[in-house]
């Protein structure tokens, strides 16, 4: 796909080694030495224009064959191209031949909605045929028309919605790479969990349990710690370049969310580390002291992802202002369940606080669900709404996020306290459903993110 060289390039800014740049000469370019494949950059890009090369496990895609601009030669495509039907130029200069048609003919470009101002114009051509989700392939003989299963343009529930009245329609489409699949969906739970963790014992301390060496001292630092380190190795992990990963200290874009998350991982393992000190040396003072900045941290730990799925710009779903509350809600959800399975294992303090604190992230994130699934929005929304409730991953969304993860620990922690069900084995079971939905509900909600082609 053709890189449309945007003034307000999203890859650039949520690349967090600058591995994708803007050269001297203006043209959007990428450096395979800084890159750490993590494959943002796509989720970003509007246009469908990146890609991760198999043989360099970086992200590549058309620089404008910068090398050739850069000798005064002009791009591969435009030399070959036997009818002149490329046209480049230098939009600042008024006189060259793609300013001249820009500033007299009928143009158009993609996705203007995402207020990237891209570079890439299209003479004569109706909106429709520049939006891959107008149309779908018709099974009507033509020869470049592929319409097995891998390479539609649209899966059969968004085909179903459509527009079956345009003229434009699809003649060609290649298979699209899902970029960020279960370790992502895996990182959003443990990260929920070790914030949640530290938000619910923070509380605890503040009422007054901070003496309890090994039940708020000691256990809740440890497990947080434990699963911070869990959601930094599924990010390694999901890296191209895995070996690359400290790119991401050493040569940081300040305005990427994963750098930025970065950090604020970095300083809530610290905190977990200087409360967990105080545990084992008993000194409260130390666990008093460090507990509200190690609440904070957790909520920020829990909620930044919001910011960075909020720079791929690609991914309307994502876009949502309801994120930030819906990942904050899922801490308290997670912090309540590892407490309740906790409390099987040991006598923890706060056990009618804990619980309600569960009860009351259930509510609250069962209402921003709702809220999520009545707004109204783009095309590319709501076929990735309809793709996540409807398509491919409605029986993770409905049987596993809500099914397991709200209504049946709803249930169970509204029957424990309305009958007040003393025994741990009941918030147990609810936690352990509640984060086993959560994950579901977030597989189901990273990847029907994905589901709708950009080109």
């Known amino acids: 796909m053709r890189c449309n060289q945007c003034d307000d390039a999203p890859c650039m800014t949520i690349c967090p080694t600058n591995a994708l740049f803007r050269a001297d000469n203006g043209v959007v370019d990428f450096q395979d030495d800084d890159c750490i494949g993590c494959k943002s950059c796509m989720n970003a890009c509007p246009y469908d224009a990146i890609y991760i ?9 058309c620089n404008f064959c910068n090398h050739r601009l850069e000798v005064d030669l002009e791009p591969s495509c435009v030399v070959v191209c036997p009818t002149q ?5 230098d939009l600042d200069d008024p006189n060259s031949a793609a300013s001249k048609i820009i500033a007299r003919d009928q143009v158009a470009v993609r996705a203007p909605e995402k207020g990237t101002n891209p570079k890439v114009y299209y003479r004569g051509a109706d909106q429709a045929s520049l939006d891959p989700l107008r149309t779908a392939i018709n099974s009507d003989g033509m020869i470049w028309a592929d319409t ?22 699809t003649a060609y489409t290649t298979a699209a790479m899902m970029t960020w699949k279960s370790k992502v969906s895996g990182y959003l739970v443990t990260k929920a969990i070790a914030g949640g963790l530290i938000m619910i014992s923070a509380l605890l301390v503040l009422l007054g349990h901070a003496d309890n060496q090994l ?4 256990m809740p630092p440890l497990v947080a710690g434990i699963f911070t380190a869990i959601t930094g190795a599924l990010l390694v992990a999901d890296l191209k370049q895995p070996k690359r990963f400290l790119y991401i200290l050493t040569k940081s874009n300040t305005e990427s969310w994963l750098v930025r998350g970065a950090w604020i991982l970095g300083a809530f393992a610290a905190a977990c580390a200087i409360w967990f000190l105080g545990g084992i040396t008993d000194n409260t003072a130390i666990v008093k002291a460090i507990a509200v900045p190690a609440a904070v941290l957790g909520a920020a730990t829990a909620g930044y992802t919001a910011f960075l799925f909020g720079q791929c710009a690609g991914r309307d779903l994502w876009q949502t202002p309801l994120l930030l509350p819906t990942l904050l809600a899922q801490a308290v959800v997670a912090g309540g369940a590892a407490y309740g399975i906790g409390d099987l294992f040991m ?3 706060g056990q009618r606080v804990a619980r309600w604190f569960f009860f009351l992230g259930l509510a609250a994130l069962a209402l921003l669900i709702f809220a999520e699934l009545t707004a109204k929005g783009s095309r590319n929304l709501e076929m990735a709404m309809t793709e996540m409730t409807k398509g491919a991953y409605a029986s993770r969304f409905w049987l596993g996020g809500v099914l397991l993860g709200l209504l049946i620990p709803g249930v169970m922690m509204g029957a424990a306290g309305l009958f007040e069900i003393a025994t741990p084995a009941l918030p147990a ?4 459903c509640a984060l086993v939905g959560m994950f579901a509900y977030e597989d189901a909600y990273v990847r029907a993110g994905q589901s709708v082609p950009l080109s």
């Open 53 to 61: 090369n198999p043989e360099t496990n970086t992200a590549h895609k």
């Open 85 to 89: 039907a490329i046209v480049v130029g």
């Open 148 to 169: 097995t299963p891998s390479h539609n343009t649209l899966s059969p529930v968004q085909q179903a919605h459509s527009d079956k009245s345009l003229v434009a329609r």
């Open 215 to 218: 039940e708020i001292g000691i």
């Open 347 to 349: 006598d923890l303090p």
């Open 429 to 432: 079971i609810a936690g352990l």
